[in-house]
């Protein structure tokens, strides 16, 4: 770990940063996974509306 001393004499520990890298463009086949999954999200919240509409 990291440690200084400031002039008042105070310790300052200071957390190691992570390594920086820039985002990847999601592949076709993770894009393909995005659609299914949003899909499936979508069938799952309209048909959880339509039950607790049917049941009210």
Known sequence: MY???????I??????EPVMYFAE???SE???TYVTQGAI?????TFTFLMALAAS
């Open 30 to 32: 993770q894009q393909q």
């Open 11 to 16: 310790l300052n520990n200071y957390p190691s």
């Open 3 to 9: 440690t200084t001393r400031n002039e008042d004499g």
């Open 25 to 27: 463009f999601p592949s």
């Open 41 to 45: 999200a979508v069938l799952l919240i």
